[in-house]
T-cell receptor
């Protein structure tokens, strides 16, 4: 029973273009959503988050969009850079600070 | 500025052995967490703690024990290692206060554990 789903295991994008990573969730009680980036042999690094009372949050090249009616969020990276190549995890707060993670999307940005 | 430090980075255990995975944070965070990540999967919560002396089970607690005697340390204990516990283990911490509940968790670099 996967409450947070990232249906694309991988994504390839050219440098300078937009990367769009998607995430779907099933639990309408989730009230806080986060994106983490993970490089090999390192821990996840917090990237950006959004509260359920908002529909958009921006931080530099990264923007997260939340569509509560569709139970869908997405991460936009513009412009994409080779250093963005990593695995991206979507996570949702399922009550009392417990995070539920998706399975990740591997992003490859080619020069 | 160490953040969350996990030791060891790698370990191979035999079935039935026990070990403790260490986790320490220097950010004065009150909440700490243990996750495991299996290949191709997301992170799953094993145990968490909201402060010294207080711990609770997460999604997959069976086969593990934790303690939290100080704010800084949150060790994870495997008593009887089984092959199903082969995984990468991540420790995380966050600072949560009333009125500032939505805070990101900060992760260590993980312990890769193989049980043969």
């Amino acid at each position: 029973d996967q409450q947070v789903k990232q249906n694309s295991p991988s994504l390839s994008v050219q440098e300078g273009r937009i990367s769009i990573l998607n995430c779907d969730y099933t639990n309408s009680m989730f009230d806080y959503f986060l994106w983490y980036k993970k490089y090999p042999a390192e821990g996840p690094t917090f990237l950006i988050s959004i509260s359920s009372i908002k529909d958009k949050n921006e931080d530099g090249r990264f923007t997260v969009f939340l569509n509560k009616s569709a139970k869908h969020l997405s991460l936009h990276i513009v412009p994409s850079q080779p250093g963005d190549s990593a695995v991206y995890f979507c996570a949702a707060k399922g009550g009392f600070q417990k995070l539920v993670f998706g399975t990740g999307t591997r992003l490859l940005v080619s020069p | 500025n160490a953040g969350v430090t996990q030791t060891p980075k790698f370990r191979i255990l035999k079935i039935g052995q026990s070990m403790t995975l260490q986790c320490a944070q220097d950010m004065n965070h009150n909440y700490m967490y243990w996750y495991r990540q299996d290949p191709g999967m997301g992170l799953k919560l094993i145990y968490y703690s909201v402060g010294a002396g207080i711990t609770d089970k997460g999604e997959v607690p069976n086969g593990y024990n934790v303690s939290r005697s100080t704010t800084e340390d949150f060790p994870l204990r495997l008593e009887l290692a089984a092959p199903s516990q082969t995984s990468v283990y991540f420790c995380a911490s966050s600072l949560n206060r009333q009125g500032r509940e939505n805070q990101p968790q900060h992760f260590g670099d993980g312990t890769r554990l193989s049980i043969l």
